[in-house]
């Protein structure tokens, strides 16, 4: 019977010290929530080489990123990831259409990419980093779509894959037309 009482005490005393605890750690979440999107990033990587395979292309070709035109989309993808699986027809949609998307897959072979895009029916321009990319500009979650400003510079992030209201939102702040 003591030993109940003693535990209902200390939890009467516990809860509110968590919840003291949880108050704190708000500012520090609104804190970067109100961060700008905007991320030092090393020039070193605009001269990069990437791979890119054209439709119907076996073997890919080589560009430094820093050639692509730029403002752009670019958004990081793999074939094992379900979300990035998902979005990837719009993003193909779109791409097509003439927006300026670039569709890079992290870390897969030529022959993973083409076996995906041609299961899928999916006929456009895709890059291949070996992961320097992914680094440089920070991401450690697929799929992640950056929003590139003519200089390079990430101006927005979006982590998790995009539907179409949100793809149109980034291509606006793109000022982006086909």
Known sequence: MALALLRREAL??????????????????????SRPAQREVSPGYLGQAVLYLEPGQTRPGEVRFGELPRPMLLNF?????????????LLAEYQEKGYPIVLLNVGES????????????????????????QRAFGVSGLPT???????????ARHLGPVNRAQLEALLRRLHASP
């Open 12 to 33: 009467r005393l516990l809860w509110p010290a968590l919840a003291a605890f949880a108050l704190a750690l708000v500012p520090l979440g609104l804190q970067n929530l």
């Open 77 to 89: 993808w793999a074939t094992w990831c379900p979300p990035c699986r998902a979005e990837m027809p």
């Open 110 to 133: 030529t022959s993973a990419v083409q076996a995906f895009m041609g299961h899928n029916g999916l006929s456009v321009r895709v890059f291949l980093d070996p992961g320097g990319l």
């Open 145 to 155: 779509t950056l929003l590139l400003d003519a200089e390079g510079k990430v101006e």
